[in-house]
Nanobody, 115 residues
Framework: QVQLVESGGGLVQAGGSLRLSCAAS????????MGWYRQAPGKQRELVAT???????NYADSVKGRFTISRDNAKNTVYLQMNSLKPEDTAVYYC?????????WGQGTQVTVSS
């Protein structure tokens, strides 16, 4: 059973930083690409960043240069370092992976950026 558990969200002022973590179980972690998505109130869920098993990364244009995705295969954990946060980054952030073509999601962690 695949489980993804996010942590690290919270309330931060604009310009601040947060680091999100996602602990994975039920998969051979190092073999899987991982991703972070976010969903703001009234908006669709959108891709934030992805990292392949070979550690190739991809970012949404809105977060390039501010966010960094990374992974620690020894800890079965993927991270999202978020710097220079803006109020428009406020959203619930979700960890994601796919196994056998089926998407798995964590429960989400709230990030709120005050102006």
């Amino acid at each position: 059973q695949v489980q993804l558990v996010e942590s690290g969200g919270g309330l931060v002022q604009a310009g601040g930083s947060l680091r999100l973590s996602c602990a994975a179980s039920g998969i051979f972690f190092s073999s899987y690409a991982m991703g972070w998505y976010r969903q703001a109130p009234g908006k669709q869920r959108e891709l934030v960043a992805t990292i392949t098993r070979g550690e190739t990364t991809n970012y949404a244009d809105s977060v390039k240069g501010r966010f960094t995705i990374s992974r620690d295969n020894a800890k079965n954990t993927v991270y999202l370092q978020m710097n220079s946060l803006k109020p428009e980054d406020t959203a619930v952030y979700y960890c994601n992976t796919y196994r056998d073509g089926y998407p798995y999601w964590g429960q989400g962690t709230q990030v709120t950026v005050s102006s």
